[in-house]
């Protein structure tokens, strides 16, 4: 048990180690800066620790290590007290469940050797008595391969999460708001048992100060207990919106994931994990989390709504080129979907540091146009006048220094850290909400420049603007980022 009464008393150096595995995930990221505002000595495992450094405390250490390479694993793990482990490789398609079980071996064994004395770990709610879901198979088969290291394993089994972000509640949201009627398959039918992922945070967090020694599975869930259809149905309630479903029977999960891959922000691929997954009831049928810890879960209509209220909030502390950046790889992303939202995202590396990488980033705007066809900038702006709209009349407050809350052009800033990130948000007429952002980040070859837009559309009108202006937006923001780093 950390007590944190006890260790407030105590120097920071003895306070006990923490460690989180999966921290660059969606509960992971959640989970830090909670475990930040404890007395814990926090660790965190990432592959690329460079990306996650602006996102944690100055006093938060980063590992560079990888629980698919055993022999990166001791550093990290050395004289860790508490690990709490969250990875999942749903999205590596057939593969998935060989991945886990590698990870889960390879960290189970590191752990015993390290002496670890406690693992939290999250995975699925399934009946064991009935034939699971790959992916459920898998959330299951990591929690048996983790109690094996010989420490203690608090295992929470959770359902659908729903939170602004989440999997589950991006689908729900993508669906409900593109579809006026929907054809549903059979698992929308299906009976789950939500929890709101602030309550799922507050059961990982209680796990951590829990008292007893041995390993315990405990099923976690809100009150409900409600089909995807009718959460479904929750969410449209609150957005003022009539939905009709029409149920048939004939979508596989294979059929199901690449429509959805089609309307909604999920890869097929994830889409059909996910889908295999709600084949059968995910219940909970043990309530001794309820008894043990004293944690009351809101319902669905609560989560949803209090989702939906921090939507706005979570994206102004969240930037989507960091959940990007967390890939394996960096890739380009064009006019991907992310529920309502629209990334288009791309990078370029170039030699230098990045201090000098970002000198074209800061000067972007006012006199200095922006680098590539300036002259459609310049049409743009007199197109947002003539609508009504601000155009490019304000320039910007000074040519080499930036600060949040400057205007530029059309463009307020919104972000500004010197020499790493720059995003600006539109205030140009648009059907939706713009942004562009710039984030420089340091390379073994110089430093990585990536350039994202992001869009969000207001109803249909919206999604045919972007799609209809996106191959010009590709030719300039290429443009763009190309005389970027070539002026870097």
């Not at 990432?46 to 990166?72: F, G, K, M, Q, W």
């Not at 951590?208 to 089909?227: C, K, N, Y």
Request: hydrophobic share 45%; glycine share 8%.
């Amino acid at each position: 048990m950390i007590d944190q009464h006890a260790t407030s008393d105590v120097p920071r150096d003895h306070w006990p180690r923490v460690l989180v595995v999966g921290a660059t995930g969606y509960v992971g990221g959640r989970l830090l800066p909670l475990l930040e505002q404890r007395h814990v000595q926090l660790r965190c495992l990432a592959r690329r620790p460079e990306y996650l450094r602006p996102h944690v405390a100055a006093t938060t250490e980063l590992i560079a290590a990888d629980v698919l390479d055993a022999n990166s694993l001791a550093p990290a793990l050395a004289g860790v007290d508490t690990a709490f482990y969250l990875v999942h490789s749903m999205g590596a398609g057939r593969a998935f469940e060989e991945q886990d079980r590698h990870a889960a071996e390879n960290f189970a064994r590191a752990a015993r050797e390290a002496g670890v004395r406690r693992i939290i770990y999250l995975g699925g709610l399934g009946d064991e008595s009935v034939e699971l879901s790959p992916h459920l198979r898998s959330r299951h088969e990591v929690g048996r391969i983790l109690r094996s290291a010989g420490c203690q394993v608090v295992e929470f089994r959770a359902s659908i999460v729903l939170g602004s972000g989440s999997l589950s509640f991006e689908l729900v949201r993508a669906l409900v708001e593109r579809l006026p009627i929907m054809v549903c398959p059979k698992w929308v039918a299906v009976r789950a048992q939500p929890i709101a992922v602030e309550d799922a945070l507050a059961y990982l967090l209680a796990a951590l100060d829990w008292s007893a020694t041995e390993s315990r599975v405990f099923e976690i869930g809100g009150p409900d207990q409600m089909t995807y259809g009718e959460i479904m149905q929750e969410y449209a309630r609150q957005r003022g919106l009539r939905r009709f479903l029409i149920p048939v029977p004939v979508l596989t999960p294979r059929l199901s994931s690449l429509w959805l891959g089609l309307v909604t922000p999920v890869y097929a691929r994830v889409g059909r994990a996910l889908l295999e997954s709600v084949r059968h009831p995910t219940v909970v049928q043990d309530d001794a989390a309820l008894r043990v810890f004293a944690i009351r879960p809101r319902g669905v209509a609560e989560a949803i709504a209090r989702a939906l209220v921090n939507e706005d909030h979570d994206f102004a502390q969240t930037r989507w080129s960091d959940a990007l950046s967390a890939s394996r790889g960096l890739r380009s992303w064009g006019g991907v979907r992310f529920g309502n939202r629209i990334v288009d995202s791309r990078t370029i590396t170039v030699p230098v540091g990045a201090e000098q990488a970002f000198a074209p980033v800061r000067r972007i705007g006012g006199t200095t146009g922006w680098y590539y066809a300036n002259w459609l900038w310049t049409l743009r702006g007199w197109l947002d006048l003539l609508v009504g709209g601000i155009g490019r009349r304000r320039g910007r407050r000074d040519p080499q220094h930036l600060q949040v809350g400057d205007t530029l052009d059309w463009w307020r800033v919104e972000q500004y850290e010197p020499n790493r990130l720059l995003r600006l948000a539109a205030e140009m007429k648009l059907p939706g909400r713009a942004w562009l952002e710039f984030e420089v980040t340091p390379d073994p070859a110089g430093a990585v420049i990536r350039q994202t837009a992001i869009f969000d559309p207001i109803g249909l009108g919206g999604q045919c603007y972007w799609y209809a202006i996106y191959p010009l937006h590709a030719l300039i923001f290429r443009g763009m980022l190309r005389r970027i780093a070539a002026q870097a």
